[in-house]
T-cell receptor, first 110, second 110 residues
């Protein structure tokens, strides 16, 4: 049984560009959340998707948007990239309170 | 929103000794408290969790205690081993959104 998977592993973009990150949840999980982890810090909640709708959102600007597909997989889109968006982006899936993380996508904005 | 504080930020212990990490939270509605271990370049891994209706939980060398009145919870690792070296994060949640502490870097000296 595969756990949470994410693609790509690494990504380099320049300021102003747009990026799309992808996630497949753990089998049987219907809820997907996205977190941003800056270097040396704890993960920060971006938003959560359930039944293809954004259920909760953290303190992130509208440049961050997402989508959940009928098979529960999800995408995170970030527009107008800033240098400060450089971070590890973690996808997490859950069914109940336990949250399991994917390996992350390391985004570098130059 | 929820605010989680974690102490200490770094902890160095001799192999075989115990390690204790403490966290406090601000939102009395939080009812789920997981702990994650993150090795360098890896995903956060759930190691133990506790719900608000339980005061203590143990899993082999790891234990977590919760004091709801004081709004604090702690992670205890006994008989530490070199493979316990990692960054440990506490988190609090009341609706599947996790709010993380800043992390504790644990180094186990051989």
């Amino acid at each position: 049984d595969a756990g949470v998977t994410q693609s790509p592993t690494h990504l380099i973009k320049t300021r102003g560009q747009q990026v799309t990150l992808r996630c497949s949840p753990k089998s049987g999980h219907d809820t997907v959340s996205w977190y941003q982890q800056a270097l040396g810090q704890g993960p920060q909640f971006i938003f959560q998707y359930y039944e293809e709708e954004e259920r909760q959102r953290g303190n992130f600007p509208d440049r961050f948007s997402g989508h959940q597909f009928p098979n529960y997989s999800s995408e995170l889109n970030v527009n107008a990239l800033l240098l400060g968006d450089s971070a590890l982006y973690l996808c997490a899936s859950s069914e109940g309170p336990q949250v399991f993380f994917g390996p992350g996508t390391r985004l570098t904005v130059l | 929103g929820e605010n989680v504080e974690q102490h200490p930020s770094t902890l160095s212990v001799q192999e075989g000794d115990s390690a204790v990490i403490k966290c406090t939270y601000s939102d009395s509605a939080s009812n789920y408290f997981p702990w994650y271990k993150q090795e360098l370049g890896k995903r956060p891994q759930l190691i133990i969790d506790i719900r608000s209706n339980v005061g203590e939980k143990k899993d082999q060398r790891i234990a977590v205690t919760l004091n709801k009145t004081a709004k604090h919870f702690s992670l205890h690792i006994t008989e530490t081993q070199p493979e316990d070296s990692a960054v440990y994060f506490c988190a609090a949640s009341n609706d599947y959104k996790l709010s993380f502490g800043a992390g504790t870097t644990v180094t186990v000296r051989a």
